[in-house]
């Protein structure tokens, strides 16, 4: 009896010294995840499959706190889901998955809103256990609200081109044809038309070079669409609307992902 007491107190014991070891282990590799994560300059946010902060980076938090968004909402064991609209989460998870079973890379992009009206980028994975089984998501955040910004400004810069060039074109080519039609027309008429042509094709040449010049301020990374909640976008386009035009606008209710 003795003896199998002894053996059963080492084992008992021998196990306690495995979950020990066990433990120190995760908490190494943890601590290890965590020191590589804070020299990252981009934001990143794990969390488990109940939406629970596990780790994240102070990129992350600077980012979520920035501008008095969301104060105290980043920490560890808080909900992601008090940051990001957990239908948002959910539906990307769900792109995941059927992008694994169809043998895609199981990652995906989505969009929203902050309570201060900036845009974030969303990029997802999935974290899995050594089973396989989901155990979590990552998440990795940019602020694309000046880039998105830019994009519009230079949509603005792109349509006023054309439409000014539309009228430069219709002048010079209505000259020329005037010469072409006619010509039997006076030398002094003859110099008027092609005065007219000269002038027009140096402003075109004058709002071409214009608007490459300003244009460079714009070039980037292209803008990749991504998933986002239809309020999240109504948010953003009251927000620009209201800065940019500064009138009063009403915001409805979306319900629908865009």
Same mark, same amino acid.
């Given at each position: 009896?003795?003896?199998?007491?002894?053996?059963?107190?080492?084992?008992?014991?021998?196990?306690?010294?495995? $979950?020990?070891?066990?433990?120190?282990?995760?908490? +190494?590799?943890?601590?290890?995840?965590?020191?590589?994560?804070?020299?990252?300059?981009?934001?990143?946010?794990?969390?488990?499959?109940?939406?629970? $902060?596990?780790?994240?980076?102070?990129?992350?938090?600077?980012?979520?706190?920035?501008?008095?968004?969301?104060?105290?909402?980043?920490?560890?064991?808080?909900?992601?889901?008090?940051?990001?609209?957990?239908?948002?989460?959910? +539906?990307?998870?769900?792109?995941?998955?059927?992008?694994?079973?169809?043998?895609?890379?199981?990652?995906?992009?989505?969009?929203?809103?902050?309570?201060?009206?900036?845009?974030?980028?969303?990029?997802?994975?999935?974290?899995?256990?050594?089973?396989?089984?989901?155990?979590?998501?990552?998440? $990795?955040?940019?602020?694309?609200?000046?880039?998105?910004?830019?994009?519009?400004?230079?949509?603005?810069?792109?349509?006023?081109?054309?439409?000014?060039?539309?009228?430069?074109?219709?002048?010079?080519?209505?000259?020329?044809?005037?010469?072409?039609?006619?010509?039997?027309?006076?030398?002094?008429?003859?110099?008027?038309?092609?005065?007219? $042509?000269?002038?027009?094709?140096?402003?075109?040449?004058?709002?071409?070079?214009?608007?490459?010049?300003?244009?460079?301020?714009?070039?980037?990374?292209?803008?990749?669409?991504?998933?986002?909640?239809?309020?999240? =976008? =109504?948010?953003?386009?009251?927000?620009?609307?209201?800065?940019?035009?500064?009138?009063?606008?009403?915001?409805?209710?979306?319900?629908?992902?865009?």
């Amino acid at each position: 009896i003795n003896e199998l007491a002894d053996r059963s107190q080492a084992a008992q014991e021998g196990v306690g010294d495995q $979950i020990a070891a066990a433990r120190a282990d995760l908490e +190494h590799e943890r601590n290890r995840l965590a020191a590589l994560m804070s020299e990252l300059t981009i934001a990143v946010v794990v969390c488990n499959t109940d939406g629970r $902060i596990l780790l994240y980076n102070l990129a992350a938090k600077e980012l979520l706190n920035r501008d008095g968004a969301a104060p105290g909402l980043v920490g560890l064991g808080r909900s992601i889901f008090a940051i990001l609209d957990r239908s948002l989460v959910a +539906h990307a998870l769900e792109r995941i998955g059927s992008a694994e079973t169809a043998g895609a890379a199981p990652n995906a992009q989505l969009s929203a809103s902050t309570s201060e009206g900036r845009l974030l980028r969303i990029g997802m994975a999935p974290v899995r256990d050594r089973g396989g089984e989901p155990s979590g998501f990552v998440l $990795i955040l940019e602020d694309v609200t000046e880039a998105t910004e830019a994009s519009g400004r230079q949509d603005a810069l792109l349509r006023s081109l054309t439409e000014d060039s539309r009228a430069a074109v219709a002048n010079i080519r209505a000259a020329v044809e005037s010469v072409l039609d006619y010509p039997q027309m006076g030398a002094d008429e003859r110099r008027r038309f092609m005065a007219i $042509i000269r002038d027009e094709a140096e402003a075109l040449s004058e709002r071409v070079e214009g608007a490459l010049r300003e244009s460079a301020a714009y070039l980037g990374d292209p803008w990749l669409l991504s998933d986002m909640l239809g309020s999240d =976008l =109504l948010t953003a386009a009251r927000r620009s609307l209201e800065r940019e035009a500064g009138v009063a606008v009403e915001e409805g209710d979306a319900t629908e992902n865009l």
